[in-house]
């Protein structure tokens, strides 16, 4: 399969270049983005390691094009009175899937937003002076466990959103920012030169080691971003979950970055840990002038590792009708001192119409109410995501301000290519999470 991965790949390029580069010649200054239609993905009979995903976007990156797969849109099958040539439809489901498509391409894929985000910030209280100067730097990781060996597939990248609206991306080893449509073709090739090292040895299988991070490697990258590649006010985001976790760089039982972990976090809230971490080996103070663009660090939760919550109720057992948020919502927890706890919840996604009736969102399972059977809904309700500010700037150290730190990530919970409710993460994790899982085809990580 995978010769034939390789003459698939090689396929497609000699097919790029007969046909689309003709079409664009004299714009070398142009970026180019595709929509390709790649048939059904899943047919029987079919092995998914045959599908042409992985080998059409290969092909796509190392002619430097952006590249979105669209399975075959069919029509709905004409009725016999409709005689005419414009009569062909289309489900709202394909619809729909060809919509998304576009949007992704034209809007995910470029970092391309509607307005200003520092009027986002200023919404959130964050001064008039700094708001308008402001970066949200996301730290977004993916690991995938089924890769070579037991060294699973591990990369992060750092995404840069700009109060201009700008995203630009920086990646491991690499020493400068670039824009964000360009950062997926340079993953992209390090991606292919994965592929090609993974039954290498000796020296030519050091490339693999760029896409299976370490925990130290990991933090490494955290702590050189925050402390060298600051050029404006900033809150930094991070995920509690593995960066907290992963094994040192002795690979003993040593955390990586352990001052993520609660029982830590309360006593270190005004240093940065990166005592075990090399290159650094030591605990930054708040004062530290490295770190005087850095407004704070937030943390973030959700999942299993946050609170499950019950709407329109003061208490569990109230008596009252509940329903989901039709709004984004943020709460605060004050029962927790010395550090501020933000909850964020998503409101309820626009596609749930069925769960959000008066008759069908108080149901259970098993339960009908005459001709609505709670089995036949599929019930999603939104998860909370946990913010917790630390190492947070001086001036930013009063309950106000803490509030308006977080209400900036809390805010950026949408994109302008889903406009169905409101995404699991912070818009620049959202995009540096996507960014990634894009290009995972190449090494077959994506099935």
Wanted: with cysteine; proline share 5%; net charge positive.
């Amino acid at each position: 399969m995978n010769k034939q991965h390789h003459l698939k790949r090689k396929a497609w390029q000699n097919f790029i270049k007969q046909n689309l580069f003709p079409l664009v010649s004299g714009q070398n200054n142009s970026e180019l983005f595709a929509i390709i239609e790649i048939g059904t993905s899943k047919v029987k009979g079919i092995h998914p390691l045959q599908s042409i995903r992985g080998a059409v976007r290969e092909a796509c990156v190392l002619e430097n094009i952006n590249s979105q797969m669209l399975q075959t849109v069919k029509p709905n099958k004409p009725k016999e009175k409709e005689n005419s040539e414009d009569s062909t439809t289309y489900s709202k489901a394909n619809e729909g899937r060809v919509l998304n498509a576009i949007l992704d391409l034209t809007l995910r894929q470029t970092g391309t937003l509607y307005g200003l985000p520092s009027e986002v910030y200023q919404v959130a209280r964050i001064p008039d002076d700094i708001a308008q100067q402001l970066d949200v730097i996301a730290f977004c990781r993916v690991q995938k466990n089924n890769f070579i060996g037991k060294t699973p597939f591990q990369y992060t990248v750092a995404v840069r959103l700009s109060a201009r609206g700008t995203v630009d991306v920086l990646l491991p080893h690499q020493p400068q920012w670039i824009p964000y449509s360009k950062a997926g073709i340079e993953i992209g090739k390090l991606f292919h030169q994965a592929r090609k090292s993974r039954n290498a040895i000796g020296e030519d299988r050091k490339i693999l080691d760029r896409v299976q991070m370490k925990g130290g490697q990991l933090v490494k990258f955290v702590a050189d971003v925050l402390s060298q590649y600051l050029e404006n006010p900033t809150i930094a985001l991070i995920e509690a979950d593995v960066w907290r976790n992963e094994r040192d760089r002795d690979d003993n039982n040593d955390r990586a970055w352990f001052q993520l972990k609660n029982e830590y976090l309360l006593e270190q809230r005004d240093i940065l840990n990166f005592d075990r971490v090399f290159g650094h080996n030591c605990k930054y103070q708040r004062d530290d002038k490295s770190f005087e663009n850095l407004l704070s660090v937030v943390r973030l939760r959700n999942n299993n590792e946050t609170p499950q919550y019950v709407t329109n109720r003061t208490t569990w057992n109230e008596d009252s009708t509940t329903s989901d948020f039709t709004k984004l919502s943020g709460f605060i927890d004050t029962t927790v001192p010395g550090l501020l706890h933000y909850f964020s919840i998503g409101e309820a996604p626009a596609t749930q119409k069925q769960q959000m009736t008066p008759r069908a969102r108080e149901l259970y399972k098993s339960d009908r109410d005459r001709d609505i059977y709670a089995a036949n809904i599929p019930y999603k309700h939104q998860q909370m995501l946990e913010m917790l500010p630390f190492f947070v700037r001086l001036d930013f150290q009063t309950e106000e301000n803490l509030k308006a730190l977080c209400r900036v990530p809390h805010f950026l919970r949408t994109s302008p290519a889903f406009t169905s409710g409101n995404i699991s993460h912070p818009y620049p994790m959202h995009l540096g999470i996507k960014l990634i899982e894009d290009l995972l085809c190449i090494l077959y990580l994506d099935l």
